[in-house]
C-alpha cells in the first residue's frame, strides 16, 4: 500500500476517531434504543414487520429491530453487501429479504406501499437532495407506516459557537468525508415532507467532536 493511502487512512480515521469511541462506549445504542423501542406498534395486521433501511452499512441497526422483522438493505455502494455478512449471521432474530442497489433518492426498485418501516440514520448529511429522498420514503411507506431517522444537522443557534464552526469547518469537512454537510437542516425537510404526523426531537448528542453535536431523531408517519 503506498505512503500516500495510508495518511489519507490516517487522517480520515483522525477525523472519524470519536465515532468509534462512540460505538466502543456504547453511546449510540442508548440512543438508538430509545429510537427504535415502539418498532413493533407499526407491525402489519399478520404481526409482521417489513423494514426497509436506507444506508444500512454494517447492519449496526439489525440488533434493535423487533424479533421475526424481514429487512430490505439499501444501498448505492453494492460492495456494501459484503460487508452485512457478519451482522447477518449474529442477526439470527431477523429475516433478510435481499440488497437492493439504489440511491436513496430514486428507490424505483422498491414497490409502492411495501414496507411498514423506513429506517435511516446517519446518512441525510451526505444526500444531495434530501427532499426526494423523503418522497421517495412516503412512496414505499404503507399508509400509517412510519420513517425513522436519526441525522447531525446544523446548529439552531445561527449565533453559537458550534454554528461558527460548523461554517469555518464545513467547505474542508465536506470535501474530506464524501460530501457530508455539516450544516444540512434536515428538520425543515422533515417539516415540509407532507408526513400526517412528525415526532421529532432536537438533542445534543454526548460526542467529543463539536461540530456534529446537534442532532435530530424521531419518526415520521406517513
Known amino acids: 500500500m503506498s505512503p500516500i493511502i495510508l495518511i489519507l487512512q490516517l487522517i480520515l480515521f483522525l477525523l472519524a476517531f470519536p465515532i468509534y469511541v ?3 462506549l456504547g453511546i449510540w445504542d442508548s440512543i438508538k ?27 449496526a441497526n439489525f440488533k ?6 424481514r429487512i430490505t438493505c439499501l444501498d448505492v455502494n453494492p460492495n456494501f453487501q459484503s460487508y452485512l455478512s457478519k451482522s447477518q449471521m449474529e442477526s439470527d432474530h431477523i429475516k433478510f429479504e435481499g440488497f437492493v442497489v439504489a440511491s436513496a433518492d430514486n428507490m424505483t ?26 418522497e421517495e420514503v412516503r412512496r414505499v411507506l404503507k399508509p400509517g407506516g412510519a420513517f425513522y431517522f436519526l441525522e447531525h444537522v446544523a446548529s439552531t443557534d445561527d449565533s453559537s459557537f458550534i454554528s461558527y464552526l460548523q461554517k469555518i469547518l464545513n467547505p474542508t469537512w465536506s470535501l474530506c468525508l464524501d460530501g457530508c454537510n455539516l ?17 421529532l426531537r432536537h438533542i445534543q448528542a454526548p460526542n467529543v467532536l463539536m461540530p456534529i453535536t446537534p442532532h435530530i431523531v424521531g419518526y415520521a408517519i406517513k
Open 22 to 24: 462512540l460505538n466502543f
Open 33 to 59: 434504543k430509545d429510537l427504535f423501542s415502539n418498532l413493533s406498534d407499526f407491525a402489519n395486521s399478520s404481526k409482521e414487520l417489513n423494514v426497509l433501511e436506507i444506508g444500512c452499512g454494517t447492519g
Open 64 to 69: 434493535f429491530y423487533p424479533n421475526g422483522s
Open 109 to 134: 426498485t422498491v414497490a409502492d406501499a411495501s414496507m411498514d418501516v423506513v429506517v435511516c440514520t446517519l446518512l441525510a448529511c451526505s444526500l444531495p437532495d434530501t427532499p426526494k429522498m423523503l
Open 183 to 199: 450544516r444540512k437542516t434536515t428538520w425543515k425537510d422533515l417539516e415540509q415532507a407532507k408526513f400526517s404526523d412528525l415526532k
